[in-house]
């Protein structure tokens, strides 16, 4: 028993063992050092996994979670209304200084490319025609003027966001209006330039002779009237900033005006898809008219000019779906508890549209080509004399 005994390990005084309450304290100290460690290494896709509305674990206190508008989940409805809500998903993501997250500042940054270059479209019209432009003219400014908006609404929403203080309801609605109306503007001025393109086809003889430009000056009134009366749809009312939990990927529009927004999308891109397969058909109809009436020498010319103008309408279509198709499907299968990674790249995408839309629709015109090589050059090269034929669509 005495051998037994020497071998075994000296007890401790009681003052030296470690009470429960202070190993409970380490093991969270430890826990919270993890945490930390962790949010700082894991950079900007911290906040896109895990998902918002992923279960927090038995016990532990559940962080606020940011809604849609940058808000925290626990604020409620006045945090809402203090913070007054913005167009987009809102500073959610990596956090930099001030809580701006780089995709904040590349819509910010897209939008005053797409002012400046929509800015100069707008000028050269006035310089070539002024009032007294032709139909095609009308359309072209009205699409570059809706344009010259929505960069304008993507500046002054990063401003209401981050500049202004205190935060402002009014002008967070202002901005979401104004980028309602531009975008909406923006739609309607490009199905209207595919309408233009299929009566000038369709009635060549009877469309450019009668009052084509009273026709397209009143037809360009009543589309910024009804885009005008739904901008404003969110300073009358017609927002989420009441019932967060009612909100779109779009906050502050609410969920059912989103809807909406892509139902008349998806009808606008099925006019505009009947329209220039129409055209199509049209152009190739008078490719044939004019190979039969010249059988060799024209035949060629006019298959080339009906390359080119099936190419530019493939350039159209495909530029219009790829900008807004992505967008459109997810406002109506998403809800503010996505991800706002995926609502700001999107976005992003949607905004490149007014981005190309000077490319595709301005510069490649002839008058305006040879105003900005005359503005630029003082020279007119010998591509902006070539005169544009029926099959130049």
Not at 128 to 139: K, T
Not at 182 to 210: C, E, K, N, V
Not at 269 to 284: G, N
């Amino acid at each position: 028993m005495t051998e037994v005994s020497s071998l075994a390990p000296p007890s401790l005084p009681p003052a030296m063992l470690p009470s429960p309450a202070t190993a409970l304290e380490e093991q969270q100290q430890q826990r919270q050092q993890l945490l930390a460690l962790l949010s700082i290494s894991a950079g900007p896709w911290a906040s896109i996994w895990p998902p918002s509305n992923s279960s927090d674990p038995a016990g532990s206190p559940s962080a606020p979670t940011p809604t849609a508008g940058g808000q925290e989940a626990g604020g409620g409805a006045g945090g809402s209304e203090e913070a007054g809500g913005s167009w987009g998903p809102g500073s959610v993501l990596s956090p930099w200084p001030g809580g701006v997250s780089p995709w904040e500042v590349a819509l910010c940054a897209t939008g005053t490319v797409v002012a400046c270059e929509n800015a100069l479209v707008l000028a050269v019209l006035v310089s070539v025609a002024g009032l007294r432009a032709p139909p095609v003219l009308l359309l072209i400014g009205s699409l570059a003027l809706a344009d010259l908006l929505a960069g304008l609404g993507l500046m002054a929403n990063f401003a209401v966001q981050h500049l202004l203080q205190p935060p402002s309801k009014m002008a967070a609605l202002s901005a979401a209006g104004l980028l309602l109306t531009a975008f909406s503007a923006s739609l309607g001025s490009l199905l209207a330039i595919a309408l233009d393109r299929y009566l000038s086809l369709s009635q060549a003889l009877t469309y450019q002779a009668g009052h084509a430009r009273s026709l397209t000056a009143a037809l360009l009134v009543l589309l910024w009237l009804l885009c005008l009366a739904f901008g404003l749809l969110p300073l009358l009312g017609w927002n989420c900033l009441r019932e967060p939990a009612a909100c779109s990927i779009l906050r502050p529009i609410p969920k059912d005006q989103a809807t909406l927004l892509a139902v008349a999308f998806f009808l606008a891109f099925a006019l505009m898809l009947q329209l220039y397969l129409q055209i199509c058909k049209i152009a190739s109809h008078h490719a044939q008219q004019i190979a039969v009436q010249h059988q060799f020498g024209a035949s060629a010319q006019a298959a080339s000019a009906t390359r080119r103008g099936l190419a530019t309408l493939a350039l159209v279509l495909s530029t219009f779906a790829l900008c807004w198709t992505p967008l459109a499907i997810y406002s109506l299968v998403a809800d503010a508890s996505y991800p706002p990674a995926y609502t700001y790249s999107l976005a992003l995408l949607a905004t490149c549209n007014s981005l190309v839309n000077p490319v595709i629709y301005a510069f490649r015109n002839p008058e305006i080509q040879k105003s900005l090589w005359l503005a630029c050059c003082g020279c007119l090269p010998s591509s902006c004399a070539r005169p544009r034929t029926t099959s130049d669509v």
